[in-house]
């Protein structure tokens, strides 16, 4: 079994800066792709970031310039740097990725962390 747990989230004031971060633990072989969604309340949950294995890094327009998604694939971690945050930023965000096991592979989701954007 694959387990994704984040952490980071909390309560800033906007114009705040926050970091999410993200680690996938269980028998894994390799990770794939790893992504951040977020979903606001009574909306859709929206991909706003995504980063493959070599580094590469998209972004949904609503957040670019402003967050920048890394990883760690020694330590199976993605990470979600914030900033310049405004209150539409709030959501519960998630993190997910491509695991492969020995002898599966699929899309593992963690619980989510809360991120609240409020003076």
């Known amino acids: 079994q694959v387990q994704l747990v984040e952490s980071g989230g909390g309560l800033v004031q906007p114009g705040g800066s926050l970091r999410l971060s993200c680690a996938a633990s269980?028998?894994?072989?390799?990770?794939?792709?790893m992504c951040w969604y977020r979903q606001a309340p009574g909306q859709h949950r929206e991909l706003i970031a995504n980063?493959?294995?070599?580094?590469?890094?998209t972004y949904d327009n609503s957040v670019m310039g402003r967050f920048s998604i890394s990883r760690d694939n020694a330590k199976n971690e993605v990470n979600l740097d914030m900033k310049s945050l405004q209150t539409d930023d709030t959501a519960n965000y998630s993190c997910?990725?491509?695991?492969?096991?020995?002898?599966?592979?699929?899309?593992?989701w963690g619980q989510g962390t809360q991120v609240t954007v409020s003076s």
């Open positions: 997910s990725a491509v695991v492969s096991l020995s002898s599966t592979s699929g899309i593992s």
């Open positions: 269980g028998r894994i072989v390799s990770v794939g792709d």
């Open positions: 980063i493959n294995p070599t580094g590469h890094a």
